[in-house]
């Protein structure tokens, strides 16, 4: 079959302090009507870079110098800018990553799909997105939206003047698990019922492994492999798509995976945490508002030292909110949060230094969370003159130096600014911070969660190691399932705020109780094309959880909120 | 949406009433007494409490206050030590026609100004945008009066084109008036224009390369409607309050530069009675500048809800 897309040895490049920098060098691929190809590179690789040119659009201050494309015929860079319009949108439409982003806040939605053109209305566009209540929904702006619904809304624009060519720039990135499942089967739908060429950009390989017929794995601009999806994930060529493919966490790890350079995978047996280790955090009945609505609804565990537990749920759940709390940014509105070494209802800056120092966090986002003036070693050594931990300047200097180096970096980092480093080097030095004062107990919310799988991989690895080494205690927090099955110890999962199910990682990943977890385990994608999706069985459900028989008890520790499916006698209820 | 507007209508009014305080409690601070000022340092002990009592300086200051405040509110305030007549009136004489340069000013500065912006920020890096930042950057740069002394240097000295200085009173027509306004409102311009020329350009610039502008490219849009639809309303935002805040420095600009044309304008007035320790008249002017700012920046909240839906929507549900 004729190719409607062919991009033929296409180079791009950026000027930079008078000088060619080159973003994709000599790039070749085809799309078949109806065929989808994936994109896949981690960041830097240039795959969005030649998404963008589908349609014609180069960052500014980007060139094409050499080779071209070719969408449905015509050279897209010769075409004059009243074809190039008429291109884009009729022809070839993008979704882009964050719709959030993506969608013009001062315009009412609907006016924004009817301005992408076609004969459609926009009612039945809203519908064929599977939006609820079309007519109304035409009539919001974008911040009313979810983010889900907002990717509806940017992906029926994309679809409005009926196109050939659909680009999909990381469309399910931003959103959690369940809302990703839903968006990717709607994608997937459209473009069988429509009959679209898709090329979409994705540095999840499940999400690929799940949509794609064909994939072209980039690294710094060059093409390292193509093959068709299934050939691709069963034999991959290259070493570097077998690395890739091998950093990836399963969700049937029985630990973490530890990736060779050729991209062999072993996996690493958990560390065991005796049974008498002792309890370096508990929580009982936390609670915690904002204004008057209630986010965390009595939430209790214990973190035991040289433990990692898993806080697992979409967002919203209360996850990350039950982080900030333990970390003394928010104080709770009931319930007890004690350490072994004091009481941890109070803000971080009424605690005592002894205790402080104790209890360390770690951000998601760790360009953000360091000063962008400071180099990454004051960042460090600040923290061991406050806590005291280091006597002098001197000593500071040089347990900094220790530090970088215990987490694998290269002292001589130090010097460095955090806009010098990379996203896996500086969410290094946020970990070699936190170890600054010392601490017991370590929480790390959605910490790999902005890194490529990779580097995902070698940050997870030094957690795991830190902690054997440290005997840490770690509140890992994550909506990413695969990540938790070979990092955690035990795993709790959160529903709005309540716990539905806990248990010993293994169990809960073996027999999971709950509707709701099941329904995580099910959303979840695997990289791997002939992958058995996790079957989600529930029908609707119930909470059924009472005052004093909240639990269904499965062994091990392991036990399940109790809960009945919906339209069915109370008492034959419980799963 | 109306909470939102009567919140800031309520702040407002709350600033109002604070400055007209500490306007009043600010003239009572000024040194000497009034009375010995105005009948001069030969007056005799009797003649000085007879018009303390006159004009009520015997009375607690709160008192005075009260009635200063009520009597404001209803148009009245005071009569001029100076003149003898009605504050009211002759502030509204010199306000008229200060107005009728702060209004040709506001319409060039605000409307030249943006769309300066909106090309600097278009054609960043290109000659359009060197040319409109440098120029915005001299006009910035230059005091006012010197700018308003170019001006007739160049367009009534060189060029006979417009008067270099007003012959008339305040009593003068809107038609005696009209060809006398236009340096002193070029002069205000180009000052003001300045900082909003820069703001509209800096965030022309962010919203041009924000995704949703770039959305609006790859959907086949034309460059004007991408501009004008998708850029312009957020682009606005910020630029508002600079314009809110420059309107309402006119109120002091204003004075600087009539002065250097003589026009018979609230800032002349200003100038006047504090050389003269007209108390009243400077009252007036003060609480007058206050409700300038006031309604200023009232007014820039409301653009701003106009272009932000997410004021506007604010209370309701997903």
Known sequence: MASIVSVNSLSVAYRSGGQDVSVVHEVSLEVAKGRTLALVGESGSGKSTIAATLLGHLRHGSRITGGSVQVAGSDVFALPARELRRLRGNTVAMVGQNAGHALTPSMRIGRQIAEAGGTVPVVELLEQVRLPRPAELARRYPHELSGGQQQRVAIAMAIAARPDVLVLDEPTTGLD????????????????????????????????????????????GRVVEAAPTRQLFARPQDPYTRRLLASVPRLDDTGLALVGETGEREVRPRADVPDDAPVAVRAQDVTIDYGKSRTVHGVSFDVRRGEVLALVGESGSGKSTLAWTLAGLRPPSGGTLTHEAGDLAGPAHRRPLSLRRRVQPVFQNADTSLNPRRSVGDAVRRPLRFFGTAADRTEAAERARRLIADVRLDPALADRLPAQLSGGQRQRIGIARALAGEPDVLIADEITTALDVSVQADVLRLLDDLRRERDLACLFISHDLAVVRGIADRVVVLRHGVVVEEGPTEAVFAAPGHPYTRQLMAAALEPDPDAQPYVDDTLDWVDAADEDDLWTDQGDSHRVRRWRPLNAPVAEGVS | MFSFIARRTAAGLGTLLLSSVLVFLAVQALPGDVATQVLGKDATPDAVSALRGQLGLDQPAWERYVDWIRGALHGDFGTSLVSAKPVGG?????????????????????????????????????????????????????????????????????????????????????????????????????????????????????????????????????????????????????????????????????????????????????????????????????????????????????????????????????
């Open chain 2, 90 to 318: 002759e502030v509204a004489m010199y306000l008229g026609n200060s107005a009728l340069i702060a209004l040709i000013t506001v319409l060039f500065a605000v409307t030249g100004s943006i769309v300066l912006g909106v090309i600097a920020g278009l054609y960043r890096d290109r000659w359009p945008d060197h040319v409109i930042s440098t120029a915005g950057l001299v006009g910035m740069s230059i005091p006012e009066f010197v700018v308003a002394t170019v001006l007739v240097l160049c367009f009534s000295v060189a060029l006979p084109w417009f008067p270099a200085v007003v012959l008339y009173g305040p009593e003068a027509s809107v038609g005696q008036l009209l060809p006398a306004v236009w340096l002193p409102a070029l002069a205000l311009a180009i000052v003001m224009a300045a900082y909003i020329v820069r703001m509209a350009r800096t965030s022309v610039i962010d919203v041009m390369a924000s995704e949703y502008v770039t959305t609006a490219r790859l959907k086949g849009l034309s460059t004007w409607r991408v501009v004008t639809r998708h850029a312009l309303p957020s682009a606005l935002l910020p630029t508002l309050h600079v314009i809110a805040l420059n309107v309402a420095w006119l109120a002091g600009g204003v004075a600087v530069v009539e002065n250097v044309f003589n026009y018979p304008g609230i800032g002349k007035l200003m100038l006047s009675s504090v050389q003269n320790r007209d108390l009243p008249v400077i009252q007036a002017i003060a609480l007058i500048s206050a409700v300038v700012y006031v309604a200023c920046n009232l007014a820039a909240d409301l653009g701003a809800m106009a272009l932000n839906p997410r004021l506007r929507t604010r209370g309701r549900t997903r």
């Open chain 1, 177 to 220: 698990v369940v809302t990703q499942r839903s968006v990717l089967d709607l994608i997937a739908a459209l473009r069988d019922e429509l009959g679209l060429a898709a090329v979409l950009v994705s540095h999840d390989l499940g999400v690929v492994a799940h949509m794609a017929d064909e994939v072209t794995v980039l690294r710094s």
